[in-house]
């Protein structure tokens, strides 16, 4: 049987305890996960030229939000097609409509389920049907 590739995932938020919940999560399964703490730390992070399967980005961050974040990785070739999940909280709805023009994959409204967001970024980013047992009915 081949070894399973991991898989790299970018993570963005400002409030660490999210990005420490969602990388344990996703490290249970095939992912690698590197945490950002701002949109322009994201930028950099990935600027570094890492090949990443998928980004989590929150939306509201210091220095980059969320959506900068989304409108330069979809005007730029190296990343127009890089699956993106964005997170939002409560009462942020009309920044979900847009996260989705832009380009979003799609969105989680905080607090989201773990299990829901592991379900997720194996789908966008192929990770393959072996975790399924984690999705929710
Ligand atoms: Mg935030």
């Not at 989680?108 to 389920?113: D, I, V």
């Amino acid at each position: 049987m081949a070894v399973r590739e991991r898989l790299r995932v970018l993570v963005a938020d400002d409030e660490p305890h999210i990005g420490k919940i969602i990388k344990m999560k996703l490290e249970q399964g095939p992912f690698d996960v590197t945490l950002a703490y701002d949109g322009q730390e994201a930028m950099d992070v990935l600027e570094q030229g890492n090949d990443f399967a998928l980004i989590v980005l929150d939306l509201m961050m210091p220095r980059l939000s969320g959506l900068d974040v989304l409108l330069r990785l979809r005007s730029d070739d190296r990343w127009k097609s890089l699956p993106c999940i964005v997170l939002t909280a409560a009462g942020e709805q009309q920044y979900q409509r847009r996260a989705l023009e832009i380009g979003a994959s799609e969105f989680l409204t905080k607090p989201f389920s773990p299990r829901k967001l592991y379900a997720r970024a194996a789908e966008l980013a192929g990770a393959g049907s072996e975790n399924a047992e984690v999705r929710e009915a």
